[in-house]
């Protein structure tokens, strides 16, 4: 089970061990689906503050490339820092999953995409 999953996994967990139509049952089926919810926002969140940082539309490549061999993970340690910090703060973003994006925004601050620019994607991605 990936690390990231496992607040999931204890869940269902949860789940199977509560007699049906418990509280606790009932109490942990809440929990699992605010969750999974909360990771469809945080997907849906990342490939919009990805269009329109880069203003393209086909930018699903972007979640999980990476640089080649030889050269920093990441190029501009500022925007990057600066990146992460409104991503946390503008969406909501737990260390666990969401951070798994951390890539993502590292290629925008790669591309040499305005920090300013990219930052004003979140949170234009982020307020709803």
């Known amino acids: 089970v990936d690390a990231r999953d496992i607040p999931l996994l204890y869940l269902v967990t949860e789940i199977q061990n509560a007699p049906v139509g418990s509280p606790q049952r009932q109490e942990a089926q809440k929990n699992l689906l605010e969750e999974i919810n909360h990771r469809k926002q945080i997907d849906q969140n990342i490939i919009e503050i990805l269009r329109l940082s880069l203003k393209q539309t086909d930018v699903l490549d972007l979640l999980t490339s990476t640089r080649t061999t030889g050269q920093p993970v990441v190029a501009d340690w500022d925007c990057y820092k600066a990146l992460v910090k409104s991503f946390k703060n503008q969406c909501g973003a737990k260390m666990e999953y969401d951070m798994k994006y951390a890539g993502a925004l590292a290629n925008i601050c790669n591309m040499g995409v305005d ?8 949170e234009e991605a982020c307020a709803h």
């Not at 920090?115 to 979140?122: E, H, T, Y």
């Open 115 to 122: 920090m300013k620019q990219s930052v004003a994607a979140i």
